[in-house]
């Protein structure tokens, strides 16, 4: 990890984000901010939106986190099977 990593908050993030959308070039945003093109990049990406079902739509960053939680409630629950069948046979 870099020393010198600022940590940017969102709504700080938003605002860029908004930016770009209105039209504002990411060497623009760059260049006015001190921020990164790859920075800028990756918060644009993640607030796109992803379409779920008609109707419901959530951002990238919230399908990641969806996604990761989904993982560890899995792997919970496989261990939940393992002690199940651990006390069964006492």
């Given amino acids: 990890m870099a020393r010198n990593q600022r940590k940017y908050s969102e709504e700080f993030k938003k605002t860029i984000v908004e930016l770009y959308n209105s039209g504002k070039s990411l060497s623009?945003?760059?260049?006015?901010?001190?921020?990164?093109?790859?920075?800028?990049?990756?918060?644009?990406?993640?607030?796109?939106?992803?379409?779920?079902?008609?109707?419901?739509?959530?951002?990238m960053k919230e399908y990641k986190a969806l996604k990761q939680e989904m993982a560890k409630i899995k792997e919970e629950n496989e261990i939940l099977k393992k002690a199940m069948a651990i006390f069964a046979k006492k």
Avoid: F, H
């Avoid at 001190?34 to 959530?58: F, Q």
């Fill in 28 to 59: 623009e945003l760059s260049s006015e901010y001190g921020i990164s093109k790859s920075t800028i990049n990756g918060w644009i990406k993640n607030s796109r939106p992803v379409v779920i079902d008609e109707g419901e739509v959530v951002t």
